[in-house]
């Protein structure tokens, strides 16, 4: 699942919902954050694991060990205070991981903050690409391991060639597309003032008890996607455990490999 939206609309709080699942269909979940918004996460009672990401190279350890069965008794996982078995694995910032990428390739990881960063060149942007694309099959293929795969990106607002601003997410380049094509299910999340107007005809989008609310049917401003075939075009105060009974009513996709569209 691929969950995008503006800043403080609540990707990090829905994605970490997943731990107070009652059923256990999701189990414990470990997040690997880059600069997401894990203090939104300071007043919950139950939490995911979480270890914060500083580079693109520090998604190396956590997926070998991921792949290795998650030896509890490793000493990366010890070092790390990791409490495993996972069943969730949640990436809260994947925006911020393309933006790791770019800083690497340009070589601006050592700039000062009162110097000229380095731009991309040509050849930079195919690398980008590249490396983007290398790091989601990675991570997206752990669903082959049984494990649910839970993503969260920032929102652009792109005018197409009719003039018309879509809610898409922000990812440069061809990255976007081929991100949500890996997930089975794209959610634009936003808070509820920023609801797309074609689901403003539900009174209860704008209740006094909603929050925000998670889009999951493709509209002509809003891309979006489900292809558990949920039912519905919008979930209102979304949670996992929401997302997870519409799935249950549906059969599922195949989950031994990306979906290469």
């Known amino acids: 699942m691929l969950i995008y939206g503006q800043p403080g609309c609540g990707k990090t709080w829905l994605a970490a919902s997943s731990v107070e699942d009652e059923s256990g269909r999701f189990g414990r979940a470990l997040m690997l954050e880059t600069f997401g918004n894990p203090i939104s996460l300071r007043n919950k009672e139950k939490k995911p694991d979480i270890l914060t990401l500083e580079d693109i190279a520090d998604f190396n350890e956590p997926y070998e060990w991921l792949t290795d069965g998650q030896p509890p008794d490793s000493v990366w996982a010890r070092q790390m205070g990791l409490h495993p078995p996972y069943k969730t694995i949640i990436i809260d910032g994947a925006t911020e991981v ?21 731009a991309l060149s040509r050849q930079g942007f195919g690398q980008l690409l590249g490396t983007m694309l290398n790091w989601a099959i990675h991570y997206f293929s752990l669903c082959a391991l049984g494990l649910n795969v839970i993503v969260t990106g920032l929102e652009a607002n792109k005018q197409n060639e009719t003039g018309l601003i879509r809610n898409v997410p922000l990812f440069w380049g061809q990255s976007g597309n081929e991100l949500c094509g890996y997930a089975y299910m794209v959610m634009r999340l936003s808070v509820k003032l920023n609801v797309d107007p074609e689901i403003k005809v539900d009174d209860e ?57």
Not at 209 to 237: L, M, P, W
């Open 98 to 118: 393309q933006r790791f990428i770019i800083r690497k390739i340009a070589g601006n990881e050592s700039v000062g903050p009162g110097d000229l960063a380095y």
């Open 205 to 261: 989008v704008f209740a006094d008890s909603t929050f925000n609310v998670g889009q999951i049917v493709e509209t002509k401003r809003t891309y979006a996607k489900d292809q558990y075939g949920c039912g519905v075009t919008h979930i209102v105060n979304p949670t996992m455990a929401k997302v997870a009974d519409l799935i249950g009513l549906n059969s599922q996709p195949n989950p031994t490999q990306p979906n290469p569209t």
